[in-house]
């Protein structure tokens, strides 16, 4: 279903059958976006095998969808292992970068971790990564570096009796997304 429309965007949950868009999406990712969201250096064959991967388990995938049909932003919820957080992953084509669809799919990450009762999260990139630590920062993650790679935390409260399903985000502004079609 999809959470957050407007006449140049949509943010929706992908399942398997979207599973094409995703993989083009991570594909069009430059070097230091591939390095940035992996971690290290990600050839296509490494791109196309983790994509595959994504739709076989656990894992949920969100997406910035454009007008035209055509993933540009993606987030990704993985299940965490016991006494783990759970990993939190972003991806945002460079040319729709600053302009909200980071912060939109970090909401729909965060509203699906808490149904989910998942009381942390976790995203990991490259020490220098300004934006990911900007970006997590908004939604109150704590940092630690170590040999060369940043690792975010958030806490989530997951106390409450009863956990609303996830809610449905409030539209974009269209003008925010103008500058980046
Ligand atoms: C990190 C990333 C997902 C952010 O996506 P985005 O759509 O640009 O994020 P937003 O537009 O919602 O911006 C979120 C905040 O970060 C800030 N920000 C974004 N890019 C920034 C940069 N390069 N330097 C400093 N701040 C930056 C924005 O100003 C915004 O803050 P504000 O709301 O207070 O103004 C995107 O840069 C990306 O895909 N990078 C490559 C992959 C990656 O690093 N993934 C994260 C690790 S898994």
Redesign the pocket.
């Given at each position: 279903m999809a959470r957050a429309t407007n006449a140049l965007g949509t943010i929706r949950e992908l399942s398997g059958r979207d599973a094409d868009l995703h993989r083009e999406h991570l594909l069009r990712?430059d070097a230091?976006?591939r390095r940035?969201?992996f971690?290290g250096v990600a050839g296509d064959h490494f791109i196309r095998d983790y994509a595959a991967r994504c739709f076989a388990g656990r894992t949920r995938v969100f997406a910035f969808i454009d007008a035209e049909g055509i993933v540009r932003?993606a987030a990704e919820l993985h299940a965490p292992a016991q006494g783990e957080p759970a990993d939190?992953?972003?991806?945002?084509?460079p040319t729709?970068?600053?302009?909200?669809?980071?912060?939109?799919?970090?909401e729909v990450v965060m509203s699906a971790a808490r149904y989910s009762r998942y009381p942390e999260l976790r995203?990991?990139?490259t020490a220098g990564?300004?934006?990911?630590r900007?970006?997590a920062r908004?939604f109150g993650a704590r940092f630690t570096f170590e040999a060369g790679e940043v690792v975010g935390l958030i806490g989530l409260d997951v106390s409450h009796g009863k956990v609303a399903a996830t809610r449905r985000a409030p539209a974009l502004p269209a003008e925010r997304y103008a500058a980046a079609v």
């Open positions: 990712l230091e976006g940035e969201r971690n932003g939190i992953a972003f991806s945002v084509e729709f970068r600053q302009s909200g669809i980071g912060s939109r799919l970090f995203i990991t990139s990564n300004r934006a990911m900007a970006l908004k």
